[in-house]
């Protein structure tokens, strides 16, 4: 019993100690976002407050309700005899060191969210628009053969049942995989290999792709075209059709949500009004880079998908096909060059799981 505290204690303390550059990385971008908030008078719109329950909720309540679940359903299921054992693995002190240390590690996740939802919300206020709508409008035009790449999209699938399973995976699924998949990662000592690697990219992700691209090339998106330029006819047909939608809380009121936030100026979770690059497409094709470093066959699935929600963030007006098609350039490359930066080839296509110990192996 004594031992096991013992190895707990060290796992989660090592852990910690490992984790430290990502807690000094959120804890300087914190600083670095409020000292920008200041400079330009946009302390009033923080959002971190407004991450603090979801974030408990969701990181340190529901997500390891899940995992604990799924571990003792794993066991019942797969062991008649040997059960006690099985239990004994499952939940060891270096699972529950991992579980514990990665739950400590999201914290600074929620936090982190917070400070990129508020420098994310200035950006539009401090240039006073969106200056580059007209500019990505046009050359989605001009890739796609002088038709917005919508109305291709409509031309196959403008049906509200399509819409209402569209709305559905990228308001919900979407979350569940990315934050899923970033929970794994940070619990589980099997994704050790990858841990420090997946933090970076997830950083990269956010910061480079979501505040600093984002605010070179700032964009509101088909959805606020007619807002922002003034020509509600460009993109009219859309948002007639989104409008429509039966789904509870649909795209074309989470639009609304948002631009109302915009114009009262007032903060919120998920505020901030920035279409290029795409962080939704930028997330899962990180993901997908990953699993297929894992697996070949898995990694197909997991590219179908990600093409699927970059057509799904042009059939819901959020986006234009050029802030997916950017992101998957932008994170490819970063991915390629993290495999050099950490030691990893890629793309590496393993045969079995991330590699385990002898002695595990053996026991």
Request: charged share 10%; net charge positive.
């Amino acid at each position: 019993m004594i031992q096991s505290q013992e190895t707990f204690l060290s796992g989660v303390l090592g852990r910690l100690r490992a984790d430290a550059w990502f807690y000094v990385t959120v804890i300087g971008y914190t600083a670095f976002g409020l000292l920008y908030l200041a400079a330009f008078g946009q302390l009033g719109q923080t959002s971190h407050s407004a991450y603090v329950v979801p974030g408990v909720w969701t990181f340190a309540i529901f997500m390891p309700a899940v995992v604990i679940m799924f571990d003792v359903a794993r066991v019942v299921h797969r062991f008649n005899s040997r059960r006690r054992l099985a239990f004994r693995r499952s939940f060891s002190a270096k699972r529950m060191a991992a579980l514990v240390s990665g739950i400590a590690l999201t914290s600074a996740i929620v936090l982190f969210q917070g400070t990129f939802t508020s420098i994310k919300i200035s950006f539009a206020n401090i240039q006073g628009g969106f200056p580059y709508d007209r500019l990505m409008a046009d050359a989605d035009r001009f890739l796609h053969f002088g038709l917005a790449p919508w109305r291709y999209l409509y031309a196959v699938a403008a049906d509200p049942a399509v819409l209402s399973i569209v709305e559905i995976n990228y308001n919900f699924f979407w979350h569940v995989i990315c934050f899923g998949s970033l929970f794994f990662v940070v619990t589980s000592p099997r994704a050790e290999r990858v841990r420090m690697q997946y933090l970076a990219m997830f950083l990269f992700v956010w910061i480079v792709c979501g505040n600093i691209l984002a605010n070179m090339f700032l964009s509101a998106g088909p959805a606020f075209y007619g807002d922002v330029t003034g020509d509600v006819a460009r993109f009219g047909e859309q948002m007639a059709f989104l409008a429509g939608s039966g789904t509870d809380k649909s795209a074309a009121d989470f639009q609304r949500y948002l631009w109302l936030l915009y114009e009262r100026g007032e903060p919120g979770i998920g505020g901030g009004i920035s279409a290029f690059p795409s962080v939704h497409v930028a997330l899962i094709t990180m993901n997908a880079l990953f699993l297929a470093s894992y697996s070949r066959r898995l990694g197909v699935l997991a590219f179908a998908y990600v093409g699927f929600v970059l057509a799904s963030s042009v059939y819901l007006g959020w986006h234009y096909a050029v802030d997916g098609y950017a992101s998957i350039l932008i994170v490819s490359l970063a991915y390629y060059l993290s495999c050099r930066l950490f030691g990893r080839s890629a793309p590496a296509v393993v045969s079995s799981p991330l590699p385990v110990p002898a002695r595990v192996a053996a026991a």
